[in-house]
Nanobody
Framework: QVQLVESGGGSVQAGGSLRLSCAAA????????MAWFRQASEKEREGVAA???????VYANSVKGRFTISKDNAKNTLDLQMNSLKSEDTAVYYC????????????????????WGQGTQVTVSS
């Protein structure tokens, strides 16, 4: 059984930083494709960043240059470092394990997700 558990959310002022972490059980971050999604109030859930087993990464244009996705194969965790946060980054952030590896240069869609975490709230105040 796959379990993804996020941590690290919270409240921060605009311009600040947060680091999210996702602990995976029953799924290997070393070989799998993983991603972070977010869902703001009354908006669709959207892909933020993804990382492949070989370490290749893709980012949504809205976070490029500010967010960094990474993984620790030894700890079996997925991280998202978020810098220069803006009020529009406020959302519930979800860790996701994808069904299959991908070579796309765009962030994944929800249909590509096999497993979801429970989500963690990030609130950025201006």
């Amino acid at each position: 059984q796959v379990q993804l558990v996020e941590s690290g959310g919270g409240s921060v002022q605009a311009g600040g930083s947060l680091r999210l972490s996702c602990a995976a059980a029953g799924y290997s971050v070393r070989y799998g494709s993983m991603a972070w999604f977010r869902q703001a109030s009354e908006k669709e859930r959207e892909g933020v960043a993804a990382i492949e087993g070989d370490g290749n990464t893709v980012y949504a244009n809205s976070v490029k240059g500010r967010f960094t996705i990474s993984k620790d194969n030894a700890k079996n965790t997925l991280d998202l470092q978020m810098n220069s946060l803006k009020s529009e980054d406020t959302a519930v952030y979800y860790c996701a394990a994808l069904w299959a590896r991908r070579t796309s240069s765009t962030v994944p869609s929800r249909s590509e997700v096999g497993y979801w975490g429970q989500g963690t709230q990030v609130t950025v105040s201006s």
